[in-house]
């Protein structure tokens, strides 16, 4: 069975730096792209970053570039994500996804986390 | 990058209804379209893939149809458990864009 535990969140304010972390089990992570999405309270999902399986290729949304690292330690089944500059707009909880293939690009996110709450105040 | 919108953004159908919800594409992706159900408390869970195969253990009331712009999710007979936020997203390439939401509730 894929699980997908984050962690990291926590309360920050504006201008801080925080990582989250999640830890895969149930699959050969290895062998998996992986991303981060977000849902701020009350809205919608929203496409964070993604990773290619080796870690050789990266991708972030425009609201994220710039500020957030996305990276992954294939040896400990650990994907990443360093936040630096956080802003009010980026209070959410964030999700751990894992892809279908190796590639971010025409691949569907399959499985997903439960999240971790990141909160952004002064 | 690819905008993806969704309508309507919620709706309300009695048991047994057939549910339709569109998603339509800023440019062509082909066929790189998913659906995803949002239960309160709940991860989001696959539904739809390749914009019209649906996952395993899916119900056979879940379909999806359309290509290059438009899609379309449908719900053959809405159960009580169909409650949820419903997600389309693009997977054509990044940003990985996904719909604003569709919230489906019970009359």
């Known amino acids: 069975e894929v699980q997908l535990l984050e962690s990291g969140g926590g309360l920050i304010q504006p201008g801080g730096s925080l990582r989250l972390s999640c830890i895969a089990s149930?699959?050969?992570?290895?062998?998996?792209?992986m991303s981060w999405v977000r849902q701020a309270p009350g809205k919608g999902l929203e496409w964070v970053s993604a990773?290619?399986?080796?870690?050789?290729?990266?991708y972030y949304s425009d609201s994220v570039k710039g500020r957030f690292t996305i990276s992954r330690d294939n040896s400990k089944n650990t994907l990443y994500l360093q936040m630096t500059g956080l802003r009010a707009g980026d209070t959410a909880v964030y999700h751990c996804?894992?892809?279908?293939?190796?590639?971010?690009?025409?691949?569907?996110?399959?499985?997903w986390g439960q999240g971790t709450l990141v909160a952004v105040s002064s | 990058d690819i905008q993806m919108t969704q309508s309507p953004s919620s709706l309300s159908a009695s048991i047994g209804d057939r549910v339709t919800i569109a998603c339509r594409a800023s440019q062509d992706i082909s066929i790189y379209l998913a659906w995803y159900q949002l239960k309160p408390g709940k991860v989001p869970e696959l539904l739809i893939s390749a914009a019209s195969t649906s996952q395993s253990g899916v119900p056979s009331r879940f379909s999806g149809s359309g290509s290059g712009t438009d899609f379309t999710l449908t719900i053959s007979s809405l159960q009580p458990e169909d409650v949820a936020t419903y997600y389309c997203q693009n997977y054509k390439g990044a940003p990985l864009t996904f719909g604003g939401g569709t919230k489906v509730e019970i009359k």
């Open positions: 996804a894992k892809f279908s293939r190796t590639v971010v690009v025409i691949s569907p996110i399959t499985h």
């Open positions: 149930g699959f050969t992570f290895n062998n998996y792209a």
């Open positions: 990773i290619s399986a080796r870690g050789d290729f990266t």
